[in-house]
């Protein structure tokens, strides 16, 4: 399999999109993704494979402080390693353009993404109760690059 990441432009908010709703219970607008994308502060990655687009990354990096807003890869595409591989070019990305740290939410009950996380470095802050719909709580984490 050729993997291939660059850069989003405004174009690729409708492909970003469709992977969000077949990832996410809620998922971002396209709108939202077109607006994220168009940040000056804006890093982050669409991936394919073989042509055809299989997962993103997007965050904003800001000074010394990045966010990671949103990773996803397809189910079909998933245990491949290639959520890692997103992630490391994120944060390739973050610490090129001069970010020292790094923070992110994730639901308590994503244990594949908190793992994730974890194998690249990030530890848990704190949690913060009901951050999702007011129901589910989050955990927010940190790396220092």
């Known amino acids: 399999m050729q993997v291939m990441l660059q850069k989003p432009n405004a174009t690729d908010a409708e492909t970003v999109a469709a992977i969000e709703r077949e990832c996410f219970r809620l998922p971002w607008t396209e709108k939202m993704i077109r607006s994220a994308i168009g940040r000056t502060d804006f890093c982050g990655v669409i991936a394919f494979a ?36 997103l992630l490391d070019e994120f944060l390739r990305q973050a610490k090129r353009r001069g970010a020292e740290k790094v923070f992110l939410e994730v639901r308590v009950s994503n244990l594949p993404a908190i793992t994730l996380y974890q194998s690249r470095g990030f530890e848990c802050l704190r949690v913060r109760e009901k951050y999702y719909e007011n129901v589910e709580d989050a955990l927010e984490m940190k790396k220092n690059l």
């Open 50 to 85: 073989d042509g055809k687009p299989f997962g993103y990354v997007l965050g904003t990096q800001l000074f010394e402080d990045a966010e990671l807003l949103r990773i996803a890869v397809l189910p079909d595409f998933r245990g491949q390693g290639l959520g890692k591989e």
